[in-house]
């Protein structure tokens, strides 16, 4: 089966700028998760959607970063306008449902903002 | 806050020999326990799991051992291979279901010499 994939692999910015990342999670996979991961640190849920709907966005600065899964499918996170403080490791993961122990992460987005 | 600690950044072994990563949690709500493996430019991969009405949980060379009353979990691999080597996070949720959000610590790098 296939993974969690998640594009771009790398991204390189400006303090101010903008950036979009994509998520698809497993295939009949109902939950999916956005993690953000700093350097030195472990990961950190943004936000958690079950299907369509978010479940849980309490660690999601809302200012400047907004998540969407439109279809219950694919999804995507932005972050509008990027600080340097930004710079990590964004992880995308998903669930058969939410009450399956395993969650299966993709490879991640690093990003840096210069 | 850290409610998830693992003290130890690193850890060498030498293969064959038994590798002991800890971790330590404040939260008493915290009821289930994971552990992740991470390689380089990978996502998390999830390793074992065990539930707070346990103390033990064994998976083929892996074993996790969690003390409640000191708020402690350790994962124990025996015997350890060059391949282990990698980042092993500690996570921990309030309900058995991945629907309630995992905290993370902040990893510890295993290094087994062949």
């Known amino acids: 089966e296939a993974g969690v994939a998640q594009s771009p692999r790398y991204k390189i910015i400006e303090k101010r700028q903008s950036v979009a990342f994509w998520c698809n999670p497993i295939s009949g996979h109902a939950t999916l998760y956005w993690y953000q991961q700093i350097l030195g640190q472990g990961p950190k849920l943004l936000i958690q959607f079950q299907n369509n709907g978010v479940v849980d966005d309490s660690q999601l600065p809302k200012d400047r970063f907004s998540a969407e899964r439109l279809k219950g499918v694919d999804s995507t996170l932005k972050i509008q306008p990027a600080k340097l403080e930004d710079s990590a490791v964004y992880l995308c993961?998903?669930?058969?449902?939410?009450?399956?122990?395993?969650?299966?992460f993709g490879p991640g987005t690093r990003l840096l903002v210069l | 806050d850290q409610q998830v600690k693992q003290n130890s950044p690193s850890l060498s072994v030498q293969e064959g020999r038994i590798s002991i990563l800890n971790c330590d949690y404040t939260?008493?709500?915290?009821?289930?326990f994971l552990w992740y493996k991470k390689y380089p430019a990978e996502g998390p991969t999830f390793l074992i799991s065990i539930s707070s009405i346990k103390d033990k949980n064994e998976d083929g060379r892996f074993t996790v051992f969690l003390n409640k009353s000191a708020k402690h979990l350790s994962l124990h691999i025996v015997p350890s291979q060059p391949g282990d080597s990698a980042v092993y996070f500690c996570?921990?949720?309030?309900?058995?279901?991945?629907?309630?959000?995992?905290?993370f610590g902040t990893g510890t790098r295993l290094a087994v010499r062949p």
């Open positions: 939260n008493s709500m915290f009821d289930y």
């Open positions: 996570a921990a949720s309030e309900g058995r279901s991945s629907g309630d959000k995992l905290t």
């Open positions: 993961a998903s669930s058969f449902d939410r009450f399956q122990e395993t969650q299966y």
